[in-house]
């Protein structure tokens, strides 16, 4: 089933109410001059087992510790903004599966080669993925792209991952912005990219402990301040859907790049509801970060070789 992202970006009170999130505006329930049916006229409420994100993004929100309680228990992940509007925290619950523990222990257990070759799976669908995104946003030869995703070795080690990053990046936005660096603290739309990128990462990382992994323990990423290294693992094919909506962003309102808006804020975290291809099935984003997570669940326990992921 897929589950609704929730953005929230003006001032208003948020509670819990019969399993329900309840949005209400400060001003209205303080305004005497309302009648009580127009109070609750100006109320919205959404089902907490229908919500999968939630992003909060006004620092006048006001949240109440039962809504949080019942949001993550139904394990939905909560995105905090900084007062730029861009992600900065992320709540995810502590345990989202009943054989955690057991997980857990095959994944810290996973050997050096095992974790290689699902790197090499890993690589092999996102350079794929950028050769099909970049196919169908420009008329840029892709042929390179495709043989580098075949010749991915176990682990990488010829850093093809990083040959085609810099050839992609070259052609992705060259007919509207020019020479463009993938560079987090880069000019737009680099912006653009960070924020979907964040959206993309909270998705993939309450696939994950819904699944009963750890999120922090990467089978590639190690850095030891980043508490998601096995998110940004699994993230990589999937970040040419965001891609695609940032390039769309740049083709059809340029003018949005230098500051995010509310509607280019929309567009941004309806990465976790386009359709994909996964296993000759489509299906939402989001439904298929399940079923990666799924595949890479039991990849640890010793029950299958094959990691599955969305093909472009």
């Known amino acids: 089933m897929s589950k609704r992202t929730l953005f929230f970006s003006s001032p208003a009170y948020l509670s819990l109410r019969n399993n329900q999130l309840v949005w209400k505006i400060p001003e209205i329930e303080k305004d005497d001059t309302l009648t009580e049916e127009q109070k609750a006229a100006a109320e919205r409420t959404f089902p907490i087992e229908d919500i999968g994100i939630v992003v909060l993004d006004n620092r006048r929100l006001t949240l109440t510790h039962g809504l949080m309680d019942a949001l993550l228990a139904s394990n939905c992940a909560i995105v905090t903004c900084d007062q730029r509007g861009m992600p900065v925290g992320l709540f995810l619950p502590l345990a989202a599966h009943s054989l955690q523990q057991e997980r857990f222990a095959a994944q810290i257990g996973a050997s050096l080669p095992q974790k290689k070759q699902l790197w090499q799976q890993t690589m092999r669908a996102k350079i ?13 030869e892709t042929g390179c792209l495709r043989a580098w995703a075949r010749e991915v070795r176990s682990g990488d080690p010829d850093n093809l991952e990083g040959r085609a990053a810099v050839y992609y990046w070259k052609n992705l936005f060259a007919n509207h912005i020019g020479a463009f660096r993938r560079d987090r603290m880069g000019p737009p739309p680099n ?11 909270s998705c993939i990382a309450r696939a994950l402990t ?26 990589e094919p999937y970040r040419p859907y965001a891609d695609l909506i940032v390039r769309d962003i740049v083709t059809t309102t340029p003018e949005a790049l230098d500051e995010l808006t509310r509607a ?21 984003l989001q439904t298929a970060a399940l079923q990666t997570a799924a595949s890479l669940a039991k990849c640890f326990l010793g029950e299958t070789e094959k990691l599955s992921y969305p093909r472009l």
């Open 210 to 235: 819904c699944h009963g992994l750890l999120p922090t323990l990467g089978i590639h990423h190690h850095n030891r301040y980043n508490a998601y290294c096995l998110a940004d693992d699994v993230m």
């Open 128 to 140: 794929g993925n950028q050769a099909s995104a970049l196919h169908l946003a420009t008329q840029a």
């Open 191 to 201: 912006n653009l990219l960070n924020y979907a990128y964040a959206i993309l990462r």
């Open 264 to 284: 280019t804020k929309a567009k941004l975290l309806s990465v976790v509801s386009v359709q994909v291809c996964i296993d000759g099935q489509n299906t939402e």
